[in-house]
């Protein structure tokens, strides 16, 4: 059996440090696709937590396509998700998309410090098995309503000069980071892929649990073309539209970007 290990004195949910270590063994390989996962059962007793938690924790994993519940037989991890290749899509920086689907758009920090990376941030970044980055979740508004979650991830020698300079834990970091890093970035790498909310997204973006969202990611890479930033972005399906025109001849497609606040499209 998994080897999952529970903190009662941590401040993060019991359910979601079961999801959290369930879904690295995942990304890991130690769990491969079509393997079937200990029953509620036998990670309630495991873990010493109650099936409610449990439960809770294989929902949002079965929410995110990881694994897969068959009615009779348990929960086996899912194959992994089909990706279109060469397919080319000009979008400036989604954040950037975020800023003008509102009149009025702003952003809160909700926690920010240094942290293990999960495993797919340390292989998108290059890092060593000890080498640890600095997170930042922050909570992006428009007209006041919550629409998005954005997770960034940045190696801790590439923050290091501007930690020093501005602190740990200043307000404007993220930005101060977005506005010297990016002035180096030679390309990225986008994803864009449907999802559904999970406990912690519905709470943070005050919305029902299981509704639909949209999860982008993108790395970024300098002018070496090493990686030096990692953007995981969850958007509310339900106030999101996007319209691509395609062009003849190669042309980049048009995309339009419209949010809907209270009935409105703006």
């Known amino acids: 059996m ?6 009662p004195n941590s401040p993060v949910p019991l359910y979601h440090q079961i999801y959290d270590q369930l879904r690295e063994a995942i990304l890991r390989g130690m769990l491969q696709p079509g393997e079937r996962l200990p ?13 409610m938690t449990v439960r809770a924790a294989l929902t949002q ?8 519940r068959r009615q009779g037989r348990g929960t086996f991890v899912a194959q992994p998700k089909a990706a279109l290749r060469h397919i080319s899509l000009f979008f400036v920086h989604f954040t950037q998309l975020i800023e003008i689907m509102g009149r009025q758009s702003r952003t809160q920090v909700v926690d920010q410090g240094f942290m293990a990376p999960p495993q797919d941030v340390a292989q998108a970044l290059h890092l060593g098995p000890e080498e640890d980055v600095l997170h930042i979740l922050r909570l992006w508004y428009t007209e006041e309503v919550p629409m998005a979650l954005e ?7 590439r923050v290091a000069p501007f930690l020093d300079a501005e602190g740990r834990d200043n307000a404007h970091l993220a930005h101060l980071l ?15 892929e449907l999802g559904i909310a999970g406990p912690e997204e519905s709470g943070l973006l005050k919305v029902p649990e299981g509704i639909p969202v949209i999860k982008y990611s993108r790395v970024t890479f ?7 930033e990692f953007v995981r972005i969850l958007v509310r399906g339900d106030r999101f539209r996007a319209k ?3 062009m003849r001849d190669g042309q980049y497609p048009v995309a339009q970007i419209s949010s809907r606040v209270e009935g409105t499209m703006v």
């Open 2 to 7: 998994l080897d999952i290990r529970i903190d």
């Open 39 to 51: 029953t509620e059962q036998e990670l309630s007793r495991k873990c010493g937590v109650s099936r």
């Open 61 to 68: 994993l079965t929410q995110e396509g990881l694994v897969e």
């Open 151 to 157: 997770r960034c991830y940045y190696p801790r020698s």
């Open 178 to 192: 977005e506005q010297n890093l990016r002035g180096r970035l030679s390309g990225s790498e986008d994803m864009l």
């Open 222 to 228: 300098d002018e070496e073309n090493q990686p030096f």
């Open 244 to 246: 691509v025109r395609r």
